[in-house]
């Protein structure tokens, strides 16, 4: 079972930019496909960006688009969600994860974005 850290999130400036982590343990990493999720105050989770295991195709909510980047680097164990242009409408808690970690509807502790002035 892939283990997954989060990090990177903090308070930002409408406008401003945040550039989240996420570790993965384990030696299948490059073989899986990535998401990125979040889960805003009074709302369900909900995927925001998404990656294949090679980092060929990505996907991305249309609220999102232009704004985030989902990247990735299989060498060090990594995805990266690079977020741009923040809006107050960005704050969640945000998560990383594998389709078979939602399937079994196991999360990590994610990492908290906070977008205000």
């Known amino acids: 079972q892939v283990q997954l850290v989060e990090s990177g999130g903090g308070l930002v400036q409408p406008g401003g930019s945040l550039r989240l982590s996420c570790e993965a343990s384990g030696s299948i990493f490059n073989r899986v496909a990535m998401g990125w999720y979040r889960q805003r105050p009074g709302k369900q989770r909900e995927v925001v960006a998404a990656i294949t295991s090679g980092g060929g195709t990505t996907n991305y909510t249309d609220s999102v688009k232009g704004r985030f980047t989902i990247s990735r680097d299989n060498a060090k164990n990594t995805v990266y969600l690079q977020m741009n242009s923040l809006k107050p409408e960005d704050t969640a808690v945000y998560y990383c994860?594998?389709?078979?970690?939602?399937?079994?509807?196991?999360w990590g502790q994610g990492t908290q974005v906070t977008v205000s002035s």
């Open positions: 994860n594998t389709p078979s970690r939602v399937a079994d509807n196991y």
